[in-house]
């Protein structure tokens, strides 16, 4: 399997696939699972506010990353692209962010995955953390194995569960509208929910805003992808829009249609089973059972999407020896990065063990939402940033690369350091929050100076180019 210059295999999936990759890593199913309960905590029954406020600077987000891709097709992406337009210690530090979102990220699939699981089978261990550890482990292997058998048998897996889980979703989605409308909700609609003492002032909705970005955070998927995909230099973006556009009207609908099916106490007691208590509100016996169904079917998917980004992640930044070389080995048949793919996998398990040992379920997902929102929001803004410097000598050519090139992508830059900034002042993050997002991020540096100072990989200084040539 040792191979001199490994690549991954081209032309695996196509348009449609990467399209399924982004939808199935952001996972509505599972996202509302473990963020509803959290979401209106923070921001009450104005939780589609957050949601909004959130889509258009995606959208600019979601461009930057179509554009530098179609200048730079590496599966290392945001890492590759700063570290040549910026500098690679910035390069190097994205990427760890990113595979810190794909890693950590992890514990708010496998959690609901053993929860989901527990609910079908063993109702009665649906609250012990041993049990719930055993079953989203093994959902943890299996998946994993699937990712190192190829991209398109990943592909074909969620191809099924999207459609499945898209249908069902808007299916309940809708019944818990009409019942909104007529009245029968745990909580009757009230133009109220929209006063700003109603979504909890600045810190409420910075709170939103900040599990709204890690709800639309994973439609990045597609892009880790696309030395796999076809047309590698235009379908990895498209396919990002595309997910951000759905994202957000499935979001928006399900969330505002859902909140109040259950009161705001009964949605923090089902804070890691949310889905399954409304699906015993909506549907009668056996058809309730289809809600737990959904969130653990895509659950698994995005669950398989993160170990199949993090794995091209880490096996990008492996081919300039800033992660273990071993990273690079490939399977024969399918070309995939084997050893990157179990090494995450097994991150993915302790990071779970960690989480179900020090704390409540209920605790454990609102955390890490906040903090994998943290870190998602850094990472993409400077993506964007990276994306207006490097076509900064084009902006005025048509109106067309003013807005698509420059102002969109501007939006999503200062959008970002505007939740960063707003959410510390505001007390809209915990101080666990900042330590594990910031904190984590603060590790990357000391892994920088290691590297460079002591190792002397080439990569920091090999890879600073002339930003005219970029162009």
């Known amino acids: 399997m040792n191979i001199a210059h490994p690549n991954p295999r081209a032309n695996s999936v196509g348009l449609g696939d990467a399209i399924i990759m982004g939808l199935s890593s952001s996972g509505p199913s599972q996202t509302i699972a473990v963020s509803l309960a959290g979401l209106v905590a923070v921001s009450g029954y104005a939780s589609i506010i957050p949601i909004l406020i959130c ?17 730079d097709q590496s599966a290392g992406a945001t890492y590759t692209w700063v570290a040549k337009v910026f500098h690679p210690y910035l390069g190097f530090l994205s990427g760890w962010m990113i595979l810190l979102y794909y890693t950590l990220g992890t514990t708010t699939l496998t959690i609901p995955a053993g ?25 943890n292997v299996l998946v994993t194995a699937l990712a190192i058998l190829g991209l398109k048998m990943v592909a074909r897996f969620e191809w099924l ?47 939103g805003i900040l599990i709204a970005c890690f709800m639309y955070s994973g439609w990045d998927a597609s892009v880790y992808v696309n030395e796999e995909t076809t047309d590698r230099a235009n379908n990895p973006g498209k396919a990002a829009i595309a997910s951000v556009v759905m994202l957000a009207l499935v979001y928006s609908l399900t969330t505002f249609s859902f909140q109040s099916v259950l009161s705001p106490q009964a949605l923090q ?14 549907f009668s016996p056996p058809w ?41 080995q490939l399977t024969a048949r399918s070309a995939s990065p084997w050893i990157a793919t179990l090494a995450m996998s097994a991150l993915n398990l302790s990071l779970l063990a960690l989480a179900l040992s020090t704390t409540t379920i209920a605790t454990a ?12 929001i850094i990472f993409y803004g400077i993506t964007a940033a990276t994306a207006v410097w490097h076509q900064r000598n084009v902006l005025t050519h048509s109106a067309q690369d003013f807005l698509l090139g420059g102002l969109l992508p501007s939006i999503g830059v200062l959008f ?10 505001s007390g809209a993050v915990s101080n666990t ?35 005219e040539k970029i162009q």
Request: with cysteine.
């Open 269 to 282: 007691a089902h804070a890691g089973n949310v889905l399954a208590a409304i699906g015993t509100k909506l």
């Open 161 to 207: 569960v999207v459609i499945f889980e898209y249908v069902v979703l808007l299916t309940a989605a809708s019944i818990a509208a009409a019942a909104l409308w007529h009245g029968n909700t745990a909580s009757p609609f009230s133009w109220g929910w929209f006063s700003w003492d109603s979504v909890g002032h600045m810190k409420g909705l910075m709170g």
């Open 115 to 139: 929860i989901y699981t527990l609910e079908l089978v063993a109702p009665s261990l649906v609250e012990n953390h041993a049990a719930i550890f055993a079953v989203g482990a093994l959902w």
């Open 288 to 328: 309730d059972a289809v809600m737990a169904l959904v969130v653990l079917t895509g659950t698994l998917a995005s669950l398989q999407s993160a170990v199949v980004s993090a794995a091209r992640m880490g096996f990008a930044m492996s081919r300039d020896r800033v992660m273990p070389r071993c990273f690079q």
């Open 365 to 376: 997902l609102t955390t890490a939402a906040s903090s994998l929102g943290l870190i998602s």
């Open 416 to 425: 970002s350091f505007w939740v960063l900034v707003e959410s510390s002042l």
């Open 433 to 467: 929050v900042l330590v594990y997002g910031l904190g984590s991020i603060g590790l990357g540096v000391l892994i920088i100076l290691f590297l460079h100072r002591i190792k002397a990989i080439p990569f920091f200084v090999s890879q600073r180019i002339d930003h």
């Open 55 to 71: 889509f258009l600077p995606m959208i600019g987000i979601a461009i930057a990353y179509q554009r530098l891709n179609r200048w």
